[in-house]
């Protein structure tokens, strides 16, 4: 088969879409279909062999967040090439509803598009704001998926139409298999997230840290993710320094090796996302996970049965968890076996076949009939209308 997919967000910035895109593309690869990625990027950026730059991306406000997005009549000239030269037997749109290549995209490519929705926000006036000038291109759309309920919730309340709920992909044994570093080891807790965002929460973090260190004056803080370190370092206030380590932007295998180093990964994100990827991979790499009760994170949590949950923004609950946790090695063990078995529906095995599904039953008519007869409502939840 002949994929093509599209990126919204810069290729260069690294994030969970275009983490997601990546390993999708190389998942179907590796079963022999043709992959081609449609995706910004600064002309100096390297790039994988199916990925074709559509240009330097903009920094642009988006869903509490800074997007790096492509859009403009050169973009969408790129778009027109991209998809006359890849002759496709289906376009993968992710995000068609921001202003980037994913709408372009729509307005353009002719046959089967399935378009994937990573967003949740239940309160998007741009997306209702929008919604006028998206109805046309949102039309064109095959099949519809959504990265979780939450995502999906939005899709429905702001576009109308309906998704097959598909979750992000993870390789667990990339991470399972990873080895971990000594000196990542004994009292540590993990954070990894772009630290000058605050919606990532390491503010909250931090605000948690003394009572922590109150209680278990051992224990360091391992921060990674892109930002300004020393602007960070200067925040802390001096006796906590030396407990803090930032290990700034690291690579996917240092990523892995933290997550299997650690005693406790916590995730303090305060709102804005549709389904939590580091959870995934923490639990992949045996990591007990302590999170923000954020509705996203408590489904990818199993509702705190496969890691556990503390209230949103609240630095005190944060610290009387992990305290708790650190001094339990019991309780870790047990959420590490748990997040070991629950995130095995999280691996590519599970989610590409899925997302392969949903090519086929676009791409192929009797495919499509024959999945109606044995599964009544499909094509209804993939958003698709009857002949």
């Not at 559509?54 to 991209?82: D, M």
């Not at 995502?151 to 598909?166: N, P, Q, S, W, Y």
């Not at 610290?319 to 078995?341: F, Q, T, Y």
Request: proline residues 6%; hydrophobic residues 45%; contains cysteine.
């Amino acid at each position: 088969m002949r994929i093509g997919i599209v990126c919204p967000y810069s290729w260069d910035v690294p994030g969970g879409v275009q983490f997601h895109i990546r390993d999708l593309a190389e998942y179907f690869i590796r079963l022999g279909h043709e992959v081609s990625v449609l995706a910004p990027a600064d002309d100096d950026t390297p790039l994988p062999p199916y990925v074709v730059s559509a240009g330097r991306a903009v920094p642009v406000p988006y869903n509490g967040s800074v997007a790096r997005l492509n859009f403009g009549f050169i973009s969408a000239a790129r778009v027109r090439r991209w998809l006359h030269d890849g002759a496709f037997d289906v376009v993968h749109i992710h995000e068609p509803s921001s202003p980037s290549l994913g709408l372009l995209t729509c307005w353009a490519a002719q046959g089967p598009i399935v378009a994937t929705f990573h967003t949740s926000n239940p309160r998007s006036r741009a997306m209702v704001a929008a919604y006028a000038i998206l109805q046309a291109a949102l039309e064109k759309i095959s099949a519809r998926i959504a990265v979780s309920e939450y995502a999906r919730r939005t899709l429905v309340e702001h576009l109308g139409g309906d998704a097959v709920v598909i979750p992000n992909g993870v390789d667990v044994d990339f991470f399972a298999k990873a080895e971990p570093r000594p000196e990542w080891q004994h009292d540590t807790i993990g954070f990894i997230g772009r630290i000058d965002e605050p919606r990532k929460g390491l503010p909250v973090l931090i605000k948690a840290l003394p009572k922590i260190l109150a209680a278990r004056p051992q224990t360091r803080l391992l921060v990674a993710g892109r930002g300004d370190e020393e602007e960070a370092v200067e925040k802390l206030p001096q006796e906590m320094r030396s407990r803090v380590e930032f290990l700034g932007m690291v690579s996917d295998e240092d990523k892995a090796r933290l997550l299997r180093s650690v005693d406790l990964y916590v995730a303090p994100n305060t709102g804005g996302e549709s389904f939590g990827i580091i959870l995934v991979e923490a639990m992949s790499a045996g990591a007990p996970v302590l999170a923000s009760d954020l509705d996203a994170f408590a489904q990818v949590l199993h509702q705190g049965a496969a890691g556990e949950l503390f209230a949103n923004e609240d630095a005190d609950a944060l610290a009387e968890a992990a305290v708790r946790l650190l001094e339990d090695p019991g309780r870790r063990a047990e959420l590490r076996a748990r997040g070991s078995a629950h995130v095995r529906r999280f691996d590519w095995s599970t989610v590409g076949a899925d997302i392969l599904s949903v090519y086929e039953t676009v791409t192929d008519g009797t495919t499509a009939v024959a999945a109606d007869e044995r599964t009544p409502g499909l094509r209804a939840r993939l958003g698709l209308a009857r002949d």
